[in-house]
């Protein structure tokens, strides 16, 4: 049986390196490469093909960000990885494990999702199953997915993936600049995302976006 390549990505380096001894524990992993924001998850990425990559949602999005950690850097980069290659197998390991996260990323394609509670053999057995082409979730989300009606619903599950991003870029503050630059998209288009977004829950200002956020989780205090 040949060696699961993987490339692991956190933002912190004590993280990566205890996940790393946990996943090198058995022989049939190995991590051929790491990264620490988003940007760099895309390029080691597209430079040696992993097998799996194990990724958290916070972190930023690009080296020398001085805006920080945000759930936004890591699902740019599980969408530009998934653009690039649509059968790239992804693998959540992360804190985010309530509404909407779970359900939102796991609906841009992502093969697995794991919370950071998980035992280091729940870790490891999540990624020979990913690499095997199945999908495996923590009984936590697994929860969510197979009884939505059961968790308080959300007002923002409206929003599509890349409308929910630039929801908590807009509530953290952001400018519309600042998002376009960190999303790889011109002004114009956040533009038109943020009409649509303020339009789809009933908002009328910034200030409304930001307690939305608040009230509900999506952005600290």
Known sequence: MSVIRVLLVDDHAVVRDGFQRILESDDRIRIIESASNGQEAFEKFRAVQPDVVVLDLTMPSHDGDHDGSSISGGMEAIRRILAYDSRARLLVLTGCETKP??????????KGYLTKHCAPSELIEAVVRVNAGDSYYSPSIQEQLDHPETSEASPVNVLSPRELQIFVLLAEGHSVTRVAEQMYLSPKTVHAHRSNIKRKLALQSNSEIVHLALRHGLIEP
């Open 101 to 110: 996260y779970p359900t939102q990323v796991i609906g841009t394609g992502v």
